[in-house]
């Protein structure tokens, strides 16, 4: 894990503010979905991208009956 140097204090409610530097270097705008990890005694912050529930691959992937799958498997779903 990469140091930043950078100290933020958890407010009252539970948040902490990400500076706009790294969210503009690690492209995460306002309304962006992230996904908290535990690792040990560290947590962890990424920017949410759906996959694939049977492969997990993240491209192209659409909803079908709310679950994400894409399209490779969306062929071999229609042909069992």
Do not use: H
């Amino acid at each position: 894990m990469k140091s930043t140097g950078i100290v933020r204090k958890v407010d009252e409610l539970g948040r902490i503010v990400l500076p706009i530097e790294m969210r503009r270097t690690l492209d995460i705008g306002e309304k962006d979905a992230l996904e908290i990890y535990v690792e040990g005694s560290s947590v962890i912050l990424k920017k949410y991208k759906p996959s694939c529930v049977f492969c997990d691959g993240t491209k192209e992937i659409m909803q079908f009956k709310g679950k994400s799958v894409c399209p490779k498997c969306m062929r071999e779903l229609k042909n069992l």
